[in-house]
């Protein structure tokens, strides 16, 4: 069915739709998916609920208090930061829905008022971290520029032990495939170094005895990554009669 | 004096009588069943909430009182048919199916209670038509039995809705009243299916919970230590899927606005509580004032809450409005009390 209402199509619901050797996705005759909620699972609930961070996940009653008083939702007005919807989708399975939101979830800057907030007591922040873990381990989430910058980050750390900004700055610049004009990050570079704010190249600074700490951090952060990547229950099965 | 007549055995009746004799009035206490009790021994009740007690242990201790004391003379089986008022209490006309007989009575306790809403009326929830959508009372029953199986194929549900408010606030079926019940009697059938049956998947479709007062212990623990899930949104039909042998429940989750469309093996409707058919025959008879929703009037409702404003005439439990057995049994009590009063004087 056409759509008018172009607020209604996010990127994941358009039919990629080919007539006549014409590709017509996305234009006025863009089609949508069925918003039809066709099954519900525990799984994701489960899941969440047998993790240390998740367990106060199921005393969700949606009242909305942690949304309303989200600094990324209420007052940077990033509308679609919504920890209580997060949770309701969690709980109800909607794995598709909730997928959409893998990288998002992970915009929460811990202020934890939602936690302060909550009338029945659950740690609204350490769920929505424990419902973002359960979507990175399972997979199948598209990587946004916040998770390349997470993972730039994460290397250019563990590298030194010490945070090099430059080096983390062409790191992602060369992930996201584009490059600012040389004139302009050395009047940047100039500017930083000579004010004292960046350490990078002769005048890096590093940690003592970094590469034998690395080493015990990167095995134990593997280790810590395949324990619960075991943990994640296997994708959702048709809907049907479970077995 | 003449004895007190107590109209109804259910659990404000049975509290009434028991109070009276204890008071040392004679009590003539009348159940137009076969035995007393009531409805919660009519469709076997398993647990009541919030305490979890078996209701074979709440009745059975009213029912010790009851039988076991010389005061009170009991007739089942029996109707009332006729009610005059005279110079101090009433003459009345007690029929059984063979026989009957007047008695003079000095003041009147009406216990009559409630029937449960009958299902089939929501005839877009298949009750009657699907087998495995089943009703509160019929809910009760199987778990009392302990046979937690969908009654078309014997076999063990996996994922039971509940429905709530069926029969209850809606003007369709010309109920706008809320039955008080519906919500914490839900919730403790799915609690109790989840300490039987841990693998069970249960889900409530509410508009809002109204587990008042401290029944709100129960809905949190639901939650908490049963995981039982609620969905906000009232499901507008259900028909058959997967080749009839499930149900498909079609509703709207409110909290996602969207329309959903969830197989389930088992359906459970909450329904509501009207006014029984005893109530309605004994408001005509005594002409006790009857509201807009069919349950009798008290005359003040804050202060006076079992006195019909009829001389002779009080009030007790269901017959005034849906109520729990705790409500019920109390009100048994004032009505005792006030009845005896009024023969005493």
Redesign the interface.
Same mark, same amino acid.
């Given at each position: 069915m056409p759509i008018v209402e172009k607020s209604l199509v996010s990127v994941d619901r358009v039919e990629h739709l080919e007539v006549e050797g014409i590709d017509v996705s996305g234009d006025w005759n863009t089609f949508l998916r069925s !918003? @039809?909620?066709?099954?519900?699972d @525990?799984k994701i609930?489960?899941w969440v609920?047998g993790q240390p961070q998740g367990e106060t996940i199921? !005393?969700?009653? +949606?009242c909305g208090t942690c949304t309303a008083g989200c600094c990324l939702h209420t007052d940077y007005g990033l509308e679609e930061f919504n920890p209580r919807?997060f949770i309701?989708l969690a +709980?109800?399975g909607?794995e598709e829905?909730l997928r959409r939101y893998a990288s998002t979830i992970w915009r929460c800057v811990s202020c934890n008022k939602c936690v302060e907030r909550c009338p029945?007591g659950v740690k609204v922040e350490e769920v929505i971290h424990t419902i973002g873990t359960y979507l990175e381990l399972s997979g199948g989430a598209a990587e946004s520029p916040a998770d390349r910058f997470d993972r730039a980050y994460t290397e250019n750390l563990l590298g030194r032990g010490i945070l090099d900004e430059a080096a983390l700055f062409r790191t992602y610049e060369r992930l996201e495939g584009r490059r600012t004009p040389a004139r302009e990050l050395l009047r940047l570079g100039l500017t930083l170094l000579k004010s004292g704010r960046l350490h990078t190249g002769p005048f890096a600074h590093r940690t003592r005895g970094w590469n034998r700490m690395r080493k015990v951090l990167e095995a134990k952060l593997t280790e810590d990554r395949a324990r619960r990547r075991a943990s994640v229950p296997a994708p959702p099965v048709p809907?049907? !009669?479970?077995p | 004096m003449n004895p007190i007549l107590v109209l109804g055995g259910g659990p404000a009746g049975l509290s009434a009588a028991s109070e009276l004799a204890a008071l040392g009035a004679p009590t003539l206490l009348v159940e137009r069943e076969s035995y007393l009790g009531g409805n919660p021994v009519r469709w076997h009740y398993s647990l009541l909430a919030p305490d979890l007690r078996p209701a074979e242990e709440v009745i059975g201790a009213l029912l010790e009182r009851v039988e076991g004391d010389a005061r009170i003379e009991r007739r089942l089986s029996t109707t009332l048919t006729k009610a005059e008022l005279g110079s101090h209490g009433y003459r009345v006309t007690l029929a059984t199916a063979d026989a009957s007989e007047t008695r003079d009575v000095a003041a009147v306790v009406l216990a009559t209670g409630f029937d449960h809403f009958d299902s089939r009326r929501k005839f877009e929830y298949g009750y009657g038509r699907f087998p495995d959508v089943v009703d509160f009372k019929e809910l009760e029953g199987m778990l009392h039995d302990n046979k937690l199986v969908r009654p078309s194929d014997g076999q063990r549900p996996h994922r039971i809705a509940w429905v709530l408010c069926v029969g209850s606030r809606d003007l369709q079926v010309g109920n706008p009243w809320c039955c008080r019940l519906g919500c914490v009697v839900s919730i403790k059938q799915a609690v109790e299916v989840r300490q039987k049956h841990p693998e069970v998947d249960a889900y409530i479709y509410y508009m809002d919970i109204r587990t008042y007062g401290l029944w709100e212990d129960l809905y949190w623990k639901s939650m908490q230590e049963y995981g039982i899930k609620f969905i906000r949104g009232r499901i507008g039909a259900v028909t058959l899927a997967e080749g009839g042998s499930r149900l498909l429940a079609t509703g709207e989750d409110t909290i996602l606005s969207r329309p959903t469309e969830v197989p389930f093996d088992m359906i459970v409707l909450a329904s509501g509580m009207e006014a029984s058919a005893g109530t309605k025959q004994v408001a005509e008879l005594f002409g006790v004032p009857v509201g807009p929703e069919g349950f009798l009037t008290p005359r003040l409702t804050d202060l006076n809450p079992v006195d019909s404003g009829l001389p002779g005439v009080f009030l007790a439990g269901a017959a005034t409005g849906p109520k729990a057995i705790p409500d019920a049994v109390t009100e048994g009590m004032g009505a005792a009390l006030r009845a005896y009063q009024y023969a005493r004087d």
């Open positions: !918003r @039809v909620v066709t099954d519900l @525990v609930a489960d609920k199921s !005393r969700c009653w +949606q919807y309701y +709980q109800i909607y829905e029945k809907s049907g !009669r479970k | -």
